[in-house]
């Protein structure tokens, strides 16, 4: 059987950032995310009848550098035993870029990869499945506003506010499109081993995803705002004081932030969050979504804005 799945990238407000345990891949501290809905990716799988190597084709093109985790994540699924894949992925915006591309490949595949192999899972397997390959997949797998408790065994997941429950808006400012030189696992790692801020930033955690669960239950636009960029800019403290210097951002990553700064002294109902990358997600209400989008267009060094409300979590598309 051939199956077709689509997953959206996730965007943290409270980061996931450093594992605690490495084999399962589970996170240290607990996040919050907003799944987005026009930016995606597509993954199609499909088994063979006989032994054989994997295959993987990225918007057309064979990603031989890709293939390993996508190969470890199908033998999670299927087991080492089985039949080699034939996978086929499409996105929409840029790749290992710091907007959550691996989060989104994951969620598509396990769903993809468990239907062509005749099992039909439940969200929470499958989110566990897509956590052990992207710490980050499991929150795409669940639509709208989501939380993830990083719990003492395993991870839980559920949806806080579906994308028509608090329909917030996401305007992503594309300062590169470029891979990162440092990638997320790689980072986590280097800070958990080396920064002095590291133990307080998972000490603190609690505090402030309490803060955001509490805004958006209560919808306080205010609120989340406040703990969000709090959030954000403490995770990237943790990275300026690893050893090397852990620094994605560039010179238009701080022109977009003060941007947001200069909307938000304008009274504009906006707040920015950065994850791994150089790239600026600022969040809105949706009356304020085209203003937010103008002003980015405008600010020096950007080369594209894509914009998104939140959406639904990781789909099948169709078998045959």
């Given at each position: ?152 065994r395993d991870i839980a ?138 002003a980015l267009r405008r ?22």
């Amino acid at each position: 059987m051939r199956a077709t799945s689509q997953a959206q990238p996730n965007i943290a407000l409270i980061k996931y950032w450093g594992k605690r345990e490495a084999r399962q891949n589970l996170p240290e501290v607990g996040s919050l995310s907003l799944t987005l809905d026009t930016l995606w990716t597509r993954m199609a799988v499909e088994f063979d009848e006989r032994p054989g190597e994997d295959r993987l084709l990225v918007n057309g093109a064979p990603a031989a550098s890709m293939l390993p985790r996508i190969s470890a994540c199908l033998d999670e699924i299927a087991g080492e035993g089985r039949a080699a894949a034939a996978v086929t992925s499409e996105c929409n915006f840029p790749i290992a870029a710091g907007l959550a591309s691996s989060a989104a490949a994951f969620a598509a595949l396990v769903m993809a990869a468990s239907k062509a192999n005749g099992r039909s899972l439940e969200a929470a397997t499958l989110a566990r499945l897509a956590g052990r390959a992207s710490g980050s997949a499991a929150r795409s797998m669940y639509p709208g506003i989501v939380e993830l408790e990083a719990g003492a065994r395993d991870i839980a997941l559920r949806t806080l506010a579906g994308p028509d429950d608090w329909p917030l808006s996401v305007t992503v400012a594309i300062t590169a499109t470029h891979a990162k030189a440092v990638s997320s696992g790689t980072a986590m790692t280097i800070s958990k081993q080396t920064s002095p801020f590291y133990a307080s930033w998972v000490a603190r955690q609690g505090d402030d995803l309490a803060v955001a669960r509490r805004a958006v239950l209560e919808r306080d636009f205010a609120a989340l705002a406040g703990v969000a960029e709090h959030n954000c800019l403490k995770m990237h403290s943790v990275m300026w004081t690893s050893r090397p210097a852990i620094v994605y951002w560039s010179a238009a990553t701080i022109a977009c932030m003060q941007t947001v700064r200069a909307l938000q002294d304008d009274g504009v109902p906006v707040f920015f969050t950065i994850d791994a990358g150089p790239q600026l997600k600022a969040v809105s209400l949706p009356e304020a979504a085209d203003t937010v989008a103008d002003a980015l267009r405008r600010t020096t060094g950007v080369v594209d804005v894509m914009c998104s409300p939140l959406g639904p979590g990781a789909r099948l598309l169709g078998t045959a």
